[in-house]
Structure formats: C-alpha cells, structure tokens
C-alpha cells in the first residue's frame, strides 16, 4: 500500500480536527476521513498532490466538507456532560471523603458556565488551527490564553462561591452516598458512552490511594500530595503510553 506524503497526512488531521471541532458527529468524521485517504493515496500514486483533491484551498475544502454534516448535539451533551459530571465529582467526593457535602446555586451555575466557556473557545481554537498555517510562537500564544481562561474561570468560580450568597444545600450522609452512587453511575454511562475513561481513571487514582493511606493514620496533606502524584503518573500512562507503544511498533 502506498504512504501517504506528509501534506496529506497533514491534511486529513486538519480535516478530522476541524470536524470533531466543529461538533460533528465521530463516526461520520472518521468515514470521511477514510474516503479521502483512499482518495488522496491514489492520486499519489498517479503523481498528483493533496490540491488534485481540495482544490486551491485546503481550508475552504475542509469548511466545504463541514458544512455538509449535521451538527451531533448528541454528542456535544455527552461531552458537556462528561466534563461537567467528571469537574464536578472530584468536588464532590472530596467533600464526602471528608464528611459532609454542600453545595451553593451560584457555585453550581458559575461551574457549569466555566464548562460551556471552555468548550467553546478550546473548539475555536482547534478550527482555528486545522485551517490556518500557524508558527510555532502563535501556537504557544494560543495555548497560554487558553489556560490563562482556565485559571480565571477557575478563580472566578471560587470567588463567587465565597462572596455571592446564595441558597445553600448541606446533604446528609445516607442522601450524599446515593448521590455519589448516582455519579459513578453516570460517570460509567458517559465513558461507555463516549468512549473515553479519562474521568473515571482520575476518580480512582486520585481518591483509592487516600482511601488506603487514610487507614495508615498518614498526615492529611502527604496523603493529599500522594494521591495528587499518583493520579498525574497515572493520567501519563493513560495518555502517552498507547503513543509510545504504537510508536516502538512503527519502528519495527
């Protein structure tokens, strides 16, 4: 089978990346995605290029193409929710490891506004970048801003917490163990659902290993530190280790 040059690979990124960006639905991205391939290998073999395909513009190509397929809101609320569900539930069973569970309407909305804010501007950002030519220097511009809204919107929510009052809801503790039944519930519906364990991984290795160093009577903080750590390397492995081993196979 002929590779594919690097311009076309290039390419069918962007393609994939725009259209998932722009809220597509996954499987219809990924058959398309697979018909152009085929499309673009054999006009390699015949000694075209990538534009024997897209024309003079690539991105207005790949716009062209999104412009064609329904918009998944289906999708979109599962990967809402997904965030949502899974931001919210490290608060929460913080809270109930430590014994009690309360939540406020303004911290509720101010998060879930966070959310929706997030969202969209990291899917402008990533339309942004699979149609323009863009330098290694606007990339980490692009990059920064976005986790500079982060950590505002994060700041933001907290401080709406502690200076807006609002109605508050303090659970007992049989009501706060069905709710964190209810969130694992969901939380195992929306990894099945979309595919991805990112969230539920982050649950256990955040909070298994303070459920264990807990019982060894540990200081409060190491265990909080400790589990901090385990669920970064762990985050790692669950990310980077399928690259690198697809990697070492490529080489092979």
Known sequence: MHPLSTESTRFLEDLKIYLLASGKNEQATQDIVSELEDHLRDAETDGKSVK?????SPAAYIQSISNELAFDWKGLLQIFGLVLVGGSSFSFFQQLFN???????????????????LIVCLALILRYLSTHTVSPVRQ??????????????????????????????????PVSYAIGLLYLVV??????????????????????PQFVLHQTGVNGLIVILSSYLISMISMNLYFFLPMLLTKRQMQK
């Open 52 to 56: 024997s395909i897209t024309g003079g």
């Open 99 to 117: 014994g009690s569970v309360s939540y406020n309407a303004i911290l509720l909305l101010s998060f879930a506004s966070a959310v929706a804010l």
């Open 140 to 173: 980490k511009v692009l990059s920064g801003l976005f986790g500079g809204l982060f950590s505002v919107s994060i700041l933001v929510t907290v401080l709406a917490d502690r200076f807006i009052d609002s109605p508050t809801v303090t659970f007992s503790l």
């Open 187 to 208: 939380i195992v519906w929306l990894s099945v659902s979309s595919g991805t364990w990112v969230i539920a991984i982050g649950l256990a290795a955040y909070f298994l």
